[in-house]
C-alpha cells in the first residue's frame, strides 16, 4: 500500500507516520510537507534510512505539485493544515489559503488519480463553544458553529471533503478530534508552552480567568483512532475523537503539570489578557467510534501528562529554537 501524508513533519502528521511505519513496516508512506515554522522535518530521520518512507516539500495549495505526489497513491490522510487559533488571530489568510484552498487541491487530485480512501484530519472546534453550565457534548449530529479563523476554515474543508463524497463519489473519511497533546508539539500550544516555560524558569500563562475547558487527548490515542476510522470507517461518515470523561479547566491542568514538576502553584501561574472570542468550553462524545469501531483511548490524563513532561525534559534541543519563535510570536501579539 502506498500512502501520502501532508503535514507529516507537523506533530500529529509526525506522531502519525512513527505509529504506522511501525505496525505497517511493508506500507509506502509519502511525506509531503511546506515545513512552515510547524514542521521539522529531523522527526523522522531514523526513517529516511529506510526505502518505504519519503519525504516531498511542497504545498497543497499547489495543484501540480500535488497532482504529481499523489500519482499511484492509495490512500491519503491529510493532517497539513495551519492549526494554531492565536495565529489565525494575527494572520487568517494563510489559513484559508492551506486549510481551504490545500484541501481543495488534494481533493481535485485524489478524485483524478482514484484514491481508495482520501481521510481528512480535522478537529472539535468546528462546532464552537459549549458553556460551562451545559453537560452537553459535542457529537456527529451537533451543528457546525466555528468562531475563529482557524476554526472556520476547517469547517470550511470539512464541507467541501464532504461535498466530493456526494457530488463525486469519492471514498472520504473525517475524525473530528479534541486537543491533542505529546511528544513532537510545538510550544506555541498551551501544554508544552507551560511544560517548556517551567523549565526555563518562567510562569505559566493563563488566559483570562483559567475556567475554559478543553477535552485533552494523548497524541497515540488519536493516532489509533486514524488507524481504526482508515481501517474500518465507513466513506462518507465523520467520526468524533474525545479524550476525557469528566470536564478539565485550563487552571487545573495547569496545576497538575506544576505537581508532576513539583513546583509550587502559588508562584508558577501568571493571568494575562485573554485570547479574542476565546471558546468557553469542548467536550467531544467519542460513543460512535467506540461502539462502530471499537476505539477508546488508552491513556489517561495523568499517565500522558507525564509521558510529555518527561519527552520535553529529554528533547531540549529539539524545542530551543522553536520556543524562542513562539515566544516572540507572542510578544508581537501583545503588541497589537
Ligand atoms: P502542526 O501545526 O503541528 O503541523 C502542521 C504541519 O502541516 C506542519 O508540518 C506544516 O509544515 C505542514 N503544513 C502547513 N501548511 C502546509 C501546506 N500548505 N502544505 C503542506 N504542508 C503544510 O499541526 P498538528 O497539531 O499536527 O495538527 C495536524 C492536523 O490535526 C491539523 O489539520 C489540525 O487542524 C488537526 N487537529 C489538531 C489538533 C491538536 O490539538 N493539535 C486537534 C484536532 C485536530
Ligand atoms: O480542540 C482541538 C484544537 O486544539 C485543535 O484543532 C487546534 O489545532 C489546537 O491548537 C487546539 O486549539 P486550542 O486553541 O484549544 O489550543 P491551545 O493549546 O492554543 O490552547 C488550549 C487552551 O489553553 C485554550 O483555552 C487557551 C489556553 N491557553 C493557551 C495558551 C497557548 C492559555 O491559557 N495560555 C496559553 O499560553
Same mark, same amino acid.
Given at each position: 500500500?502506498?500512502?501520502?501524508?501532508?503535514?507529516?513533519?507537523?506533530?500529529?502528521?509526525?506522531?502519525?507516520?512513527?505509529?504506522?511505519?511501525?505496525?505497517?513496516?511493508?506500507?509506502?508512506?509519502?511525506?509531503?510537507?511546506?515545513?512552515?515554522?510547524?514542521?521539522?522535518?529531523?522527526?523522522?530521520?531514523?526513517?529516511?534510512?529506510?526505502?518505504?518512507?519519503?519525504?516531498?516539500?511542497?504545498?497543497?495549495?499547489?495543484?501540480?505539485?500535488?497532482?504529481?505526489?499523489?500519482?499511484?497513491?492509495?490512500?491519503?490522510?491529510?493532517?497539513?493544515?495551519?492549526?494554531?487559533?492565536?495565529?489565525?488571530?494575527?494572520?487568517?489568510?494563510?489559513?484559508?489559503?492551506?486549510?481551504?484552498?490545500?484541501?481543495?487541491?488534494?481533493?481535485?487530485?485524489?478524485?483524478?488519480?482514484?484514491?481508495?480512501?482520501?481521510?481528512?484530519?480535522?478537529?472539535?472546534?468546528?462546532?464552537?463553544?459549549?458553556?460551562?453550565?451545559?453537560?452537553?457534548?459535542?457529537?456527529?449530529?451537533?451543528?457546525?458553529?466555528?468562531?475563529?479563523?482557524?476554526?472556520?476554515?476547517?469547517?470550511?474543508?470539512?464541507?467541501?471533503?464532504?461535498?466530493?463524497?456526494?457530488?463525486?463519489?469519492?471514498?472520504?473519511?473525517?475524525?473530528?478530534?479534541?486537543?491533542?497533546?505529546?511528544?513532537?508539539?510545538?510550544?506555541?500550544?498551551?501544554?508544552?508552552?507551560?511544560?517548556?516555560?517551567?523549565?526555563?524558569?518562567?510562569?505559566?500563562?493563563?488566559?483570562?480567568?483559567?475556567?475554559?475547558?478543553?477535552?485533552?487527548?494523548?497524541?497515540?490515542?488519536?493516532?489509533?483512532?486514524?488507524?481504526?476510522?482508515?481501517?474500518?470507517?465507513?466513506?462518507?461518515?465523520?467520526?468524533?475523537?474525545?479524550?476525557?470523561?469528566?470536564?478539565?479547566?485550563?487552571?487545573?491542568?495547569?496545576?497538575?503539570?506544576?505537581?508532576?514538576?513539583?513546583?509550587?502553584?502559588?508562584?508558577?501561574?501568571?493571568?494575562?489578557?485573554?485570547?479574542?472570542?476565546?471558546?468557553? =468550553?469542548?467536550? *467531544? /462524545? #467519542?460513543?460512535?467510534? $467506540? !461502539?462502530?469501531?471499537?476505539?477508546?483511548? @488508552?491513556?489517561?490524563? +495523568?499517565?500522558?501528562? =507525564?509521558?510529555? *513532561? /518527561? #519527552?520535553?525534559?529529554? $528533547? !531540549?534541543?529539539?524545542?530551543?529554537?522553536? @520556543?524562542?519563535?513562539? +515566544?516572540?510570536?507572542?510578544?508581537?501579539?501583545?503588541?497589537?
Amino acid at each position: 500500500m502506498k500512502i501520502l501524508i501532508t503535514g507529516g513533519a507537523g506533530f500529529i502528521g509526525t506522531n502519525f507516520i512513527l505509529y504506522h511505519h511501525q505496525h505497517f513496516p511493508q506500507d509506502q508512506i509519502i511525506n509531503f510537507d511546506k515545513l512552515t515554522y510547524a514542521g521539522d522535518k529531523s522527526n523522522l530521520k531514523e526513517l529516511e534510512k529506510t526505502s518505504r518512507y519519503h519525504f516531498v516539500l511542497g504545498d497543497i495549495a499547489d495543484r501540480k505539485m500535488v497532482d504529481r505526489v499523489m500519482r499511484g497513491v492509495d490512500l491519503v490522510v491529510n493532517f497539513a493544515a495551519e492549526s494554531h487559533v492565536d495565529r489565525s488571530i494575527a494572520n487568517p489568510r494563510a489559513f484559508l489559503e492551506t486549510n481551504v484552498l490545500g484541501t481543495y487541491c488534494l481533493l481535485e487530485a485524489a478524485l483524478e488519480n482514484k484514491v481508495s480512501r482520501f481521510h481528512h484530519i480535522s478537529t472539535d472546534e468546528v462546532f464552537g463553544a459549549l458553556s460551562l453550565a451545559s453537560k452537553n457534548k459535542f457529537s456527529e449530529q451537533t451543528k457546525y458553529d466555528p468562531s475563529s479563523p482557524y476554526s472556520a476554515s476547517k469547517a470550511a474543508s470539512d464541507h467541501l471533503v464532504l461535498s466530493y463524497y456526494h457530488t463525486f463519489g469519492l471514498p472520504v473519511t473525517i475524525t473530528n478530534c479534541s486537543n491533542n497533546y505529546g511528544p513532537y508539539q510545538y510550544p506555541e500550544k498551551f501544554i508544552p508552552r507551560m511544560i517548556t516555560n517551567l523549565l526555563l524558569g518562567q510562569k505559566i500563562p493563563i488566559y483570562g480567568d483559567g475556567k475554559h475547558v478543553r477535552d485533552w487527548l494523548y497524541v497515540e490515542d488519536h493516532v489509533r483512532a486514524v488507524e481504526a476510522v482508515l481501517a474500518h470507517g465507513k466513506p462518507g461518515e465523520t467520526y468524533c475523537v474525545g479524550g476525557l470523561k469528566k470536564d478539565v479547566n485550563n487552571l487545573t491542568l495547569a496545576k497538575a503539570i506544576l505537581k508532576i514538576m513539583k513546583k509550587d502553584p502559588d508562584k508558577w501561574l501568571e493571568f494575562v489578557s485573554d485570547r479574542a472570542g476565546h471558546d468557553r =468550553r469542548y467536550a *467531544v /462524545s #467519542w460513543q460512535k467510534i $467506540n !461502539q462502530d469501531l471499537g476505539w477508546e483511548p @488508552k491513556y489517561s490524563l +495523568e499517565e500522558g501528562l =507525564r509521558a510529555t *513532561v /518527561s #519527552w520535553y525534559q529529554n $528533547n !531540549q534541543t529539539w524545542w530551543q529554537n522553536k @520556543k524562542k519563535e513562539a +515566544e516572540s510570536f507572542y510578544q508581537e501579539l501583545a503588541k497589537k
